[in-house]
């Protein structure tokens, strides 16, 4: 009986990560397997920073480079979940430029997003749109490395541990710079009108 | 409100398509098939399971429908059954070899238009709505010039007939609110997607850098490569491979038949190049005809079918004008339960001397 592991990937409760991991070692055709598992949690990730219709390459290309580079991972070091948004933060750096101009447009109107192509638009409760311009402005301010560990929380639903092992940062620094980001946005949502 | 689900609010998107994993894994599947190919570029130019892609041509993404077009709802197990078979799929590729060699060979621009399903969605309201994406390439054979893709994303429509009476008796509404149970939104929260009946604007990119006019198997290729490509079939196929390492036997073949169609559809190759890529295909074992087929604008042609991903899973199907011997239509489909992955209509192509026309796609 598959279940949720509570963040947005489907647990089949019959494999974890790593016996999955050794499962590909042995059979690389089971890579397809790591895909339907994470492909969501991937999309999700990239189509929140980029758009979507970036996603629907950029996904593919993530899971691609994962399964060329297989051999570099190392169970010992974490789960799949974090390897493979670790390897999206790296693609996603590719277009900081995109993603900066979506934020700037997030900013500047709560209104139709144009930048998403056939997606139109998605637009959030009543209460949280109006301080949508102001959080995308902060994310807009932010750096990269603060931008990278706030989103591979919020988006991946990656714990600090994880975000580390994403990264290749040691735990001491994903929580300074997590305070940082937090910060900030917290201070851009509680601005007095 | 605490910020991190207020940030997941701000950018929390729908899931994607089962159509985009659906390609994400063919992609996935192609390079687990051919090893380490070289390194691919990001940006994919065509639908059709063409694996198109170039340096420099952002993100003209024509990468899936949602689901069966409407126009082939009336087929759920498939593409039509073949009529009778007159011609073998290698012959109809050597008819359009023939035909193909008796077109004008150059011009300033090799133009292509096409038409393809991007998105899929139910509606809600007991019907389903399609978007589809009307694309332009203007292919510049002089070294050093510019090419330039026009690109528009159309608004969203009822998916069929059917859909299309369902819609009327709704009111007509020109936007569809949707709102996704998507496990990423925190609850009470939910992502809502707007659909709109609106096109998107007119997108026009430029590139020609370094004389790159497009990609053949996964690397750029310049007017120069272009040019120097063999009008031998054997070679042309070699030409290929030298591009694909790894690859060999029947996953070759498979490369070969998809890189095929980018030669023929997608690049300012001249007719005697054209003529020996369909001779190169026609000798592909594997190569299937299902006879005569009509297209989504109901043009007749001969269609043909292969493997497009190493199994009998994964089809792809071209109908080919037998007067020009240029395709009037591509697809990938699962023959298992007909549901098309992507699909292109060819609407124009052929040289032009003409200026290219960035107005509209």
């Given amino acids: ?58 996904a593919a290309e993530t899971f691609t480079l994962a399964f060329l580079h297989r051999d570099r991972f190392d169970p010992a070091l974490g789960a799949l979940r974090p390897w493979l948004l670790g390897i999206a933060t790296n693609i996603i750096a590719r277009h900081r430029r995109a993603e900066a101009r979506r934020y700037r447009a997030l900013a500047r109107s709560a209104g139709p997003d144009v930048q998403d192509g056939h997606e139109s638009r998605v637009v959030a409760s009543v209460a949280a749109k109006d301080l949508q311009p102001r959080l995308a402005g902060a994310l807009a301010a932010l750096s990269a490395k603060e931008r990278d560990v706030v989103l591979l929380m919020a988006l991946g639903e990656l714990s600090h541990e ?24 917290r201070a851009a949502l509680e601005e007095e009108d | ?8 609010d701000l950018l929390a998107r729908p899931a994607a398509a089962q159509a985009v994993k659906d390609e994400g894994r063919h992609r996935l599947r192609n390079t687990m098939l051919r090893g380490p190919a070289p390194k691919r570029r990001r940006t994919r130019l065509f639908a059709g399971g063409l694996t198109v892609t170039a340096a420099g041509l952002a993100t003209v993404v024509a ?18 059954l073949p009529a009778p078979v007159l011609m073998s799929g290698s012959e109809v590729l050597t008819n359009a070899a023939t035909a193909v060699g008796r077109q004008p060979s150059e011009g300033a621009y090799w133009r292509i238009s096409s038409t393809g399903v991007v998105a899929r969605s ?81 997108v026009t990119r430029a590139f020609g850098g370094k004389g790159v006019v497009g990609e053949l198997a996964g690397l750029p290729i310049t007017i120069a490569q272009v ?74 042609g001969h269609a043909v079918t292969m493997g497009a991903d190493g199994s009998k899973k994964v089809l792809h199907r071209v109908i080919i004008d037998p007067s020009t011997g240029l395709p009037l239509a591509t697809e990938m489909f699962t023959p298992a339960d007909g549901t098309v992955l992507n699909d292109t209509t060819v609407t124009a192509a052929g040289w032009t001397d003409d200026r290219p026309d960035l107005s509209r796609p």
């Fill in chain 2, 122 to 202: 139910a509606t809600g309201r007991g019907y389903d709505v399609v978007q589809k994406m009307k694309q332009t390439f203007w292919l510049s054979t002089s070294p050093g010039g510019k090419s330039w893709t026009v690109s528009q994303y159309l608004g969203f429509v009822p998916a069929t007939e059917a859909d299309a009476a369902k819609w009327r008796a709704d009111g007509s509404p020109e936007s569809w609110r949707l709102e996704h149970k998507d496990p990423r939104c925190p609850k009470g929260r939910c992502a809502v997607q707007i659909l709109s009946t609106k096109p998107q604007p007119v």
């Fill in chain 2, 227 to 300: 040019r120097a490509l063999p009008t031998d079939p054997a070679k042309l196929k070699a030409a290929i491979a030298r591009r694909l390492p790894g690859a060999k036997g029947r996953f070759l073949d498979m490369l070969a038949f998809e890189n095929g169609m980018q030669l023929i559809m997608n690049l300012p190759v001249s007719s005697g190049v054209r003529a020996a890529t369909y001779r190169m295909m026609a000798a592909l074992p594997g190569v299937r005809s299902l006879g005569e087929a009509t297209d989504q604008l109901g043009r007749k």
């Fill in chain 2, 63 to 80: 990468l899936v429908g949602g689901g069966s077009p409407a126009e082939r709802e009336a087929a759920p197990n498939g593409p039509p």
């Fill in chain 1, 1 to 58: 009986m598959a279940h949720h592991d509570g963040r947005g990937a489907v647990n089949t409760g019959r494999e974890t990560d790593a016996s999955l991991a050794a499962a590909v070692r042995e059979d690389p055709d089971r890579f397809t397997d790591v895909y339907d598992r994470y492909f969501d949690v991937v999309h999700g990730y990239i189509a929140g920073r980029l758009d979507t219709q970036a996603a629907d390459d950029l």
């Fill in chain 2, 1 to 8: 409100m605490d910020e991190l689900h207020a940030l997941k």
């Fill in chain 1, 162 to 185: 994880e975000i580390g092992q994403a990264l290749g940062i040691p735990y001491g620094t994903v929580g300074s710079r997590l305070n940082r980001a937090r910060g900030k946005l």
